[in-house]
């Protein structure tokens, strides 16, 4: 069982910059072999896929709306992953959450372990 916690949301104006931290913990809390990610659900919406790194972090994925903006990292020494946020906008407003899956990310793969989430609001 792994327990993700992220850390590191909260308010920022528009063009600010935030970093948020996933920290995993329990009995199969480490991540070296799991591929990770980042989604987000803003009110009113589907949860989206943000960013996805493997497992030994040598492929990383964004999605369009963040690409160039937002970067994903992991170390697995510590069993963390982050994600650095620039340039934000207001549409970035949502609820980030920490995802892994239980080895290499495959098209169509559903994360296995979940955080609770942490909220990043951007003002105009």
């Known amino acids: 069982q792994v327990h993700l916690q992220e850390s590191g949301g909260g308010l920022v104006e528009a063009g600010g910059s935030l970093s948020l931290s996933c920290a995993a913990s329990?009995?199969?809390?480490?991540?070296?072999?799991?591929?990770m990610a980042w989604f987000r659900q803003a009110p009113g919406k589907e949860r989206e896929r943000v960013a996805r790194?493997?497992?030994?972090?040598?492929?990383?994925v964004y999605t369009d709306s963040v690409k160039g903006r937002f970067t994903i990292s992991r170390d697995n020494a510590k069993n963390t992953v982050s994600l650095q946020m620039n340039s934000l906008k207001p549409e970035d407003t949502a609820v980030y959450y920490c995802?892994?899956?239980?080895?290499?990310?495959?098209?169509?793969?559903?994360?296995?372990?979940w955080g609770q989430g942490t909220l990043v609001t951007v003002s105009s």
């Open positions: 995802a892994g899956y239980s080895g290499n990310y495959y098209p169509g793969a559903q994360p296995n372990y």
């Open positions: 790194i493997s497992a030994s972090a040598n492929s990383k």
């Open positions: 329990g009995p199969g809390r480490s991540l070296s072999s799991s591929a």
